[in-house]
Structures are given as structure tokens and as C-alpha cells.
């Protein structure tokens, strides 16, 4: 039996929260996470609402090979990075920018020889214990980027917020403070506020947001 489940997506919807981001965050570019088949809206259909962000965040290569397959032009930014070295002159191929945030990665960009330098965005664990180097790790990780031939200047720099939703929550504020403490001799743009802080903590909104 067929189940009478409908799912309706209000593109105007996506466009009106990608202004809602710029008016929340006016001096901060928009990168619009739309991993996971844009959470099921479609990723396609859903970059072409959001066309007016200033890139996109999706998870896997497989996502990015559809979205520049589909016409799409802004910078487009694999936010788990590459999972192996034959990834790489693809990624290189479609010009998208990655983000290193283990050793193992740092290591496989180490000993890769693209023609063609990636963009790449490092990320920090400052609190939320998923993803990123550790914050006495950032800067001799960040150093070791700035050496490697496969990755092209300037460096970027990013962590993510694990209980942003709750607002005023003494989390956020330690997270804040760390990253700022880890990264305050590193040059590059920052990237900290997800959705939650862009409407609850104007502190975080930085260089870029990414709403999502």
C-alpha cells in the first residue's frame, strides 16, 4: 500500500531565510549548507534557490560532482574533506575547496601532487568533539598547510557550535573564547556560526556564516 505522505518544498521559502541570513548577518558571506540532498529538499533545485549565497557546503564528492553538473559556478566546499588520494584530482578537476580536519588528511595533502592547488579550510574541535584538530594542534596544523604545494593561500579557518540553539548557553562562550585563543596568531577568514547563532549570538558571525 502506497503511504499517503507529501512532502512540499517552498522554494521563495529558501530564498526569503538566504535574505533573512543576509539581513541577521550583514557584514558576513553566506556559505548555504545543503549536504544530504539539501536535507531532503533537493539539492539541485535548492542551489538554484539559494543561488545568490557565496558557496556551498555539502558533504561528499558525490554531491558536488551533481551540483557542477547542474550548471553550478560558486565556490562549493567538501566539508568532511577528501576520504582518499584518488579523490583528489577530481576534486582538483571541479575546483572545490576542502576542509582538513584530521592528521590523516593533512598527511594525504602532504604527500599529493596536484597541477592544480586547493582551496582548503581547517578545522578546529573547540568544544563539540566531532570533528576538527585539537586547539594546541591548530597552529602547528595550519603552519604545516601553508607549506604544502597541493594547498593554495589564504587558509581559512572554521569550527562548529554544539549547543548554539540553546541561547546563552556558557558552552557557546567557551567554545568562542578557545577558538579565539587557538587561532589569534593564524591569518585566514573564520567560519563559527551554523544556523542557531546566526539568530542568537551575533559574536559568532565572523567572515562567513553557514546557515544550513
Not at 538566504?18 to 545543503?34: D, H, K, Y
Not at 539539492?43 to 556551498?56: H, P, S, T, V, Y
Not at 586547493?118 to 573547540?126: H, I, P, V
Request: aromatic share 4%; proline share 5%; with cysteine.
Amino acid at each position: 500500500m502506497t503511504r499517503p505522505a507529501r512532502v512540499t518544498v517552498d522554494l521563495d521559502a529558501l530564498r526569503h531565510n538566504l535574505q533573512r541570513v543576509r539581513t541577521l548577518a550583514p557584514e558576513s558571506r553566506v556559505m548555504a549548507i545543503i549536504k544530504a540532498d539539501a536535507y531532503g529538499h533537493g539539492i539541485e533545485r535548492a542551489a538554484k534557490a539559494l543561488g545568490g549565497a557565496d558557496a556551498f557546503g555539502v558533504s561528499c564528492l558525490e554531491e558536488a560532482q551533481r551540483l557542477r553538473e547542474s550548471g553550478v559556478l560558486l565556490p562549493i566546499v567538501l566539508l568532511e574533506g577528501p576520504f582518499s588520494g584518488a579523490e583528489l584530482d577530481e576534486i582538483a578537476r571541479l575546483d572545490l575547496e576542502i576542509v582538513i580536519h584530521c592528521r590523516a588528511q593533512l598527511e594525504l595533502m602532504e604527500k599529493s601532487s596536484l597541477r592544480q592547488p586547493l582551496g582548503a579550510w581547517l578545522k578546529m574541535d573547540s568544544g563539540m568533539h566531532r570533528l576538527g584538530f585539537d586547539p594546541v594542534d591548530v597552529q602547528p596544523a595550519w603552519q604545516r598547510l601553508q607549506a604544502c604545494s597541493a594547498i593554495r593561500a589564504p587558509i581559512r579557518l572554521l569550527t562548529h557550535l554544539a549547543r548554539a540553539g540553546t541561547p546563552g548557553d556558557a558552552m557557546t562562550a567557551r567554545q568562542l573564547r578557545c577558538f579565539a585563543a587557538a587561532c589569534a596568531a593564524l591569518s585566514g577568514e573564520r567560519s563559527i556560526a551554523n544556523s542557531a547563532a546566526i539568530l542568537s549570538c551575533p559574536e559568532s558571525h565572523a567572515q562567513w556564516v553557514r546557515p544550513g
